[in-house]
T-cell receptor, first 108, second 112 residues
Framework: GQQLNQSPQSMFIQEGEDVSMNCTSS?????WLWYKQDPGEGPVLLIA?????ELTSNGRLTAQFGITRKDSFLNISASIPSDVGIYFC????????FGKGITLSVRP | NAGVTQTPKFQVLKTGQSMTLQCAQD?????MYWYRQDPGMGLRLIYY???????DKGEVPNGYNVSRLNKREFSLRLESAAPSQTSVYFC???????????FGSGTQLSVL
């Protein structure tokens, strides 16, 4: 079946640093989505990408839909403590496939 | 605008007990989904309903049943709970395939 690879499982950065997360797959997707999950809450959509090569920003977040349609990345610039959480990528065709998530910790 | 609402927020069951997790969305979405989330496993699809009147198995359907009661509501039932079903359960919905998925806040279930 379709699988998405997100690694590493955890990332630790200093407040103010930029961080980049990749998501790769052996399958092609029509849509790429990035979610963030805070403790005790459901995942919340950060950015949706619909076209190969598309680069989209949402505040300090930037995400790109890979040209091959098999990957995507999310960049967070000038991190702040409230950026901590689990970041999931998801690829969508008729169904949605999720990566296992990256837990981000930000040291003040 | 409430979005996706799940009840209950927390539940503890004994092995063998049954219960139904409720989910409702007020966004007029066609598709609804049930996921479970376990440490290190990410989000795994249990069942989904692409449209009112249809339901299909996902990746981990064993031990669960679902009902798409109407366009708004999609319930998940555990007929005989097992400790392996201890997890956090999320309901989600979206308007159609290839579109954004919106999640509820989750139900934390413990089966003793």
């Amino acid at each position: 079946g379709q699988q998405l690879n997100q690694s590493p499982q955890s990332m630790f950065i200093q407040e103010g640093e930029d961080v980049s997360m990749n998501c790769t797959s052996s399958s092609i997707f029509n849509t790429w989505l990035w979610y963030k999950q805070d403790p005790g809450e459901g995942p919340v959509l950060l950015i949706a990408l619909y076209k190969a090569g598309e680069l989209t920003s949402n505040g300090r977040l930037t995400a790109q839909f890979g040209i091959t349609r098999k990957d995507s990345f999310l960049n967070i610039s000038a991190s702040i403590p409230s950026d901590v959480g689990i970041y999931f990528c998801a690829g969508a065709n008729s169904k949605l496939t999720f990566g296992k998530g990256i837990t981000l910790s930000v040291r003040p | 605008n409430a979005g996706v609402t799940q009840t209950p927020k927390f539940q503890v069951l004994k092995t063998g007990q049954s219960m139904t997790l409720q989910c409702a969305q007020d966004m007029n979405h066609n598709s609804m989904y049930w996921y479970r989330q376990d440490p290190g496993m990410g989000l795994r699809l249990i069942y989904y309903s692409a449209s009112e009147g249809t339901t299909d198995k996902g990746e981990v359907p064993n031990g669960y049943n679902v009902s798409r009661l109407n366009k708004r509501e999609f319930s998940l039932r555990l007929e005989s709970a097992a400790p392996s079903q201890t997890s956090v359960y999320f309901c989600a919905s979206r308007i159609n395939s290839n579109e954004k998925l919106f999640f509820g806040s989750g139900t934390q279930l413990s089966v003793l």
